[in-house]
């Protein structure tokens, strides 16, 4: 399958749809087959995927020892990228956020050690940190590209103010934030700061979790150590309530011949062109569904009838706990 590609930045050139790697390891209850999971990510790449997306808290580490696994014999092919920010302990227990200059470079270390590579592609700040400036935060990370340890400097969950001055240190080649037709926050501002500094956008998230596929009902139940299960949108009342969502989703993405999640993906890569998903799987038959995103064309009558229809359809539920938020969009 071939697939277009988009520009990230000032040049940073990958697949229109990326490959978010988390789920493989953490988030969303049993991990699976640690080498049915590297066949996949290999398929992938086979498929026409060029960014894969990956970060030191996934699993915690266990991550990013799969994608470098599997990525490795295909490497001059792909697009490798990774985060920092959080204070992990050695067993790989959050403690909190730490983005200090000598943290940065230590994990960097670490993270190209586990992904067995020379050079990070794209280094995403995973989240603010508050008691670093930001501007301390793209200086390490210019020393690391002026290294050769990274390629392109990315910030993830970062309100407009916290990106430009980032940008006014070293060009951000991208935006990492959740964006999808269930959750619009980056029309807020951030979208039109990234355009205007010419940054790209990578939404994570884009099918909301599983949510737009329409494989998620009001009875639905998670497994343990599935994120989702204390997220307020998965409530059995809040799936309840945005079951119409989804069930006018279905109908406008028939009319097109593709499936929710497909329409979904799709209109996400309709809104910018310098926009690239990064949905996650650990099946071979919704990454192929996924992937089909990508030539389903919607015109600027689509685009009208699709925020026509959904305009009055009201969302129930945060996305996070409000301790978990107040994490993002620094």
């Not at 403690?95 to 270390?109: F, K, N, T, W």
């Not at 959750?183 to 979790?209: D, K, N, Q």
């Not at 011949?257 to 209109?267: I, R």
Request: glycine residues 10%.
């Amino acid at each position: 399958m071939s697939l277009p590609t988009r520009t990230l930045g000032d040049g940073l050139r990958v697949s229109a749809l990326g490959f978010g790697c988390m789920g493989m390891s953490s988030g969303y209850g049993p991990t699976g087959d640690r080498a049915e999971n590297i066949a996949l990510l290999r398929g992938a790449v086979e498929r026409g995927v060029t960014l894969f997306d990956t970060a030191e808290v996934y699993g915690p580490f266990d991550n990013e020892r799969l994608v470098g696994e599997a990525l490795r014999p295909v490497r001059e092919q792909v697009v490798i990228a990774t985060k920092f920010g959080f204070d992990l302990s050695p067993e790989g227990r959050n403690v909190g956020l730490d983005s200090r200059p000598e943290h940065i470079r230590a994990v960097v270390d670490a993270s190209l050690e586990r992904l067995g590579i020379d050079a990070i592609d794209l280094l995403y700040q995973h989240r603010v940190d508050p008691a670093v400036p930001i501007e301390d935060v793209a200086g390490t990370v210019a020393e690391l590209v002026a290294a050769g340890k990274v390629r392109h400097f990315g910030l993830s969950e970062a309100a407009p103010a916290t990106v430009r001055r980032a940008h006014a240190v070293h060009p951000v080649a991208a935006v990492q934030s959740e964006y999808s037709l269930w959750w619009r926050g980056p029309e807020l501002g951030l979208l039109a700061t990234l355009e205007e500094l010419g940054i790209g956008f990578v939404p994570f998230s884009p099918l909301g979790r599983g949510f737009l596929t329409g494989a998620i009902t009001a009875d639905t139940t998670f497994p343990d150590g599935d994120m989702r299960a204390g997220l307020p949108r998965f409530t059995a009342d809040a799936l309840a309530a945005n079951t119409r969502l989804v069930e006018t989703l279905t109908r406008l993405a028939a009319a097109k011949g593709a499936t929710p999640a497909q329409l979904a993906l799709a209109w996400l890569l309709a809104q910018k062109p310098w926009i690239v998903p990064i949905p996650g799987t650990r099946s071979a038959s919704r990454l192929d569904e996924n992937l089909g995103a990508a030539h389903v064309d919607l015109d600027d009558g689509d685009l009208t009838e699709i925020a026509a229809t959904l305009a009055d359809i009201p969302i129930d539920g945060d996305r996070y706990p409000e301790a978990m938020e107040r994490l993002t969009g620094g």
